[in-house]
C-alpha cells in the first residue's frame, strides 16, 4: 500500500509518542473547580507568552474567537473583519447565533485590510446605524494562503481602534506561523490588539485546545462564556500538558513546515494547468487554480486522492495544500512527483 500524503490540514497531526508520554504523566484536576494544576500552568504561561493580563485555555479556536467576541458585543452590534476571516465564514454563523451581531466585511487582499479600510466602515454615533463594536484580523489569514500581516498594518489598526473605542482582536490561529516566518515574537504583534486566540491543534500538533487572551475584565467575561457555550472541561490537564509540550518542542519545527510549502509552490509553478504566484506563499499554506479546461478543483483533488495525495478543493477552481508536522519533505517530493504526472498526462 501506497503511503498517504496527508496535505489536507495541519489539522491532521497526531500526538507523537513523546507528547502522548507528556499527557499520560499530566497531573490533573476539576478546572471547572479551578484546580488543574497544568491547566492553570498553561494559562499561566500564555498570558505571560502573549504578554496579556490572562489567559483562558478553551477547546477549540472557535470557541476561543466566539467567547471572544461575545465577551465584547451586545445583540445588534457590528464587527468589521475580511471577507475571508474564519469566524465569519467557518464557525457556523457564531457571531450571528451566539452574539446576535451583524459583520461588515472588506475585500482586503489575501485577507490583509488596510487601516483606512476599516476606519471608513466605522458607524457614526447615530440612532438609525448598528454599534461598531470590534475589529478582528486574522493572522495568518487561512483563505488568504497563509498570509501573514505586518506588524505596522497592525499598529496602524490599534490607532484607528483607540480613535473610535473599539475593541481589536486577533484570531492568531496560526500566529506562530507568522512569527516563525518574520522572525518576530508574538508580542511584537500582540501589544497591538486587546485580545487574541490561538491553537495548539494546528501547526503545533496538539490533538486539541486553543487558548483565548487579553485584560482580566475581558478574560473574566470569556471565563462565563465558555461556561455557557458547554466548553468548561474537568480534567483538561492531559489537554493542555499536550499543548505545553508543544510550545516546548514544536515551534521552531514551523520554518521546516514554511520551507515545504515554498518547495512546492515552485514546483507546481511550473507544471501546465497550474496557476499559482510561489512569491505569494509565506507560510505553510499553498492555494493554487485549475485551468477549468483542465476540470474542476474537486476533479482534480479526486485524481490527486487517487494516487494517495490528498488536499481540499475549496472553490470551483481552487486547491489549497497545508504542510505540516506529519509530512516530512520526502513526502511532499512524493506529492510533487505526483502532481507532475497527473499535469503532464492530461
Ligand atoms: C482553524 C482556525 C480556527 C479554529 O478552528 P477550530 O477547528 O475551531 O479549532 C480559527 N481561525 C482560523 C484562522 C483557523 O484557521
Redesign the pocket.
Known amino acids: 500500500m501506497t503511503e498517504i500524503v496527508d496535505l489536507r490540514s495541519d ?1 491532521v497531526t497526531r500526538p507523537s509518542p513523546a507528547m502522548r508520554a507528556a499527557i499520560a504523566a499530566a497531573e490533573v484536576g476539576d478546572d471547572v473547580l479551578g484546580d488543574d494544576p497544568t491547566v492553570n500552568r498553561l494559562q499561566e504561561r500564555m498570558a505571560a507568552f502573549l504578554g496579556k493580563e490572562a489567559a483562558l485555555f478553551v477547546p ?4 476561543a ?1 466566539q467567547v471572544a467576541i461575545r465577551s465584547v458585543c451586545e445583540p445588534g452590534d457590528e464587527i468589521i473583519a475580511d471577507e475571508t476571516t ?2 465569519y465564514n467557518f ?1 457556523g454563523g457564531g457571531p450571528a447565533a451566539l452574539s446576535g451581531a451583524s459583520m461588515r466585511l472588506i475585500e482586503g487582499p489575501r485577507g490583509l485590510f488596510t487601516p483606512a479600510q476599516a476606519e471608513a466602515l466605522i458607524r457614526p454615533d447615530n440612532v438609525h446605524y448598528p454599534h461598531t463594536r470590534l475589529i478582528i484580523v ?1 493572522n495568518t489569514n ?1 483563505r488568504g494562503g497563509g498570509s501573514v500581516w505586518p506588524v505596522e498594518q497592525v499598529a496602524g489598526l490599534r490607532a484607528v481602534a483607540d480613535r473610535h473605542k473599539l475593541h481589536l482582536h486577533m ?1 492568531g ?2 500566529l506562530m506561523n507568522a512569527c516563525v516566518a518574520r522572525g518576530l515574537k508574538p508580542t511584537d504583534y500582540t501589544r497591538h490588539v486587546d485580545s487574541v486566540s490561538m ?1 495548539f ?2 501547526g503545533l500538533g496538539a490533538p486539541v485546545g ?1 487558548i483565548v487572551a487579553g485584560p482580566a475584565w475581558f478574560i473574566k467575561r470569556c471565563h462565563r462564556f465558555r461556561k455557557m457555550f458547554g466548553g468548561a472541561m474537568r480534567q483538561a490537564g492531559i489537554l493542555a500538558a499536550a499543548a505545553l509540550y508543544a510550545l516546548d518542542h514544536n515551534v521552531e519545527h514551523l520554518a521546516e513546515d514554511h520551507a515545504n510549502a515554498r518547495r512546492l509552490a515552485e514546483a507546481l509553478a511550473g507544471l501546465p494547468g497550474l496557476r499559482i504566484d510561489p512569491t505569494t506563499v509565506e507560510t505553510n499554506i499553498v492555494i493554487f487554480e485549475i485551468d477549468p479546461q483542465r476540470g474542476s478543483a474537486a476533479d482534480f483533488a479526486a485524481k490527486l486522492h487517487e494516487r494517495g495525495v490528498w488536499m481540499l478543493a475549496t472553490g470551483p477552481q481552487k486547491v489549497r495544500v497545508v504542510t505540516h508536522l506529519d509530512v516530512p519533505r520526502a513526502q511532499i517530493e512524493r506529492a510533487i512527483t505526483v502532481f507532475r504526472e497527473i499535469c503532464r498526462a492530461a
Request: negative net charge.
Open positions: 489539522t477549540s479556536g472557535s470557541m474567537n474564519h469566524s464557525e486574522e487561512n484570531d490561529a496560526r491553537c491543534s494546528k486553543s
